[in-house]
């Protein structure tokens, strides 16, 4: 079992960045596959990118492709989310999600086991 905290969320100006960070208590970090994923008010939770074990693989949602990037620290059980450009329809909760899955990757919401309790970025116009 792992236990996930978000941090790094906050209000920032359009065009501006942010860094999610997303740390993992518990053993083998670096079995999970990793994803985040958002949620804005009013709507369902949402894909947003994912990364393999390694670190090797990564996929993004059309919508942050080119402005976010994942990435993992497994001596650190930690996994990252630097988005960049943001913009006022990036705003919503973002949640950290970890799987045991097989696969390299994984983009549904159902995929996931472990949640975290989520952070808000806020992107003004």
């Known amino acids: 079992q792992v236990q996930l905290v978000e941090s790094g969320g906050g209000l920032v100006q359009a065009g501006g960045s942010l860094r999610l960070s997303c740390a993992a208590s518990?053993?083998?970090?670096?079995?999970?596959?990793m994803g985040w994923f958002r949620q804005a008010p009013g709507k369902e939770r949402e894909f947003v990118t994912t990364?393999?074990?390694?670190?090797?693989?990564?996929y993004y949602a059309d919508s942050v492709k080119g402005r976010f990037t994942i990435s993992r620290d497994n001596a650190k059980n930690t996994v990252y989310l630097q988005m960049n450009s943001l913009k006022p329809e990036d705003t919503a909760v973002y949640y950290c999600?970890?799987?045991?899955?097989?696969?390299?990757?994984?983009?549904?919401?159902?995929?996931?086991?472990?949640w975290g309790q989520g952070t808000q970025v806020t992107v003004s116009s």
């Open positions: 999600a970890a799987t045991l899955g097989v696969r390299n990757f994984y983009t549904r919401r159902t995929d996931y086991d472990y």
């Open positions: 518990g053993r083998a970090f670096s079995s999970y596959v």
């Open positions: 990364i393999s074990r390694s670190g090797a693989y990564t």
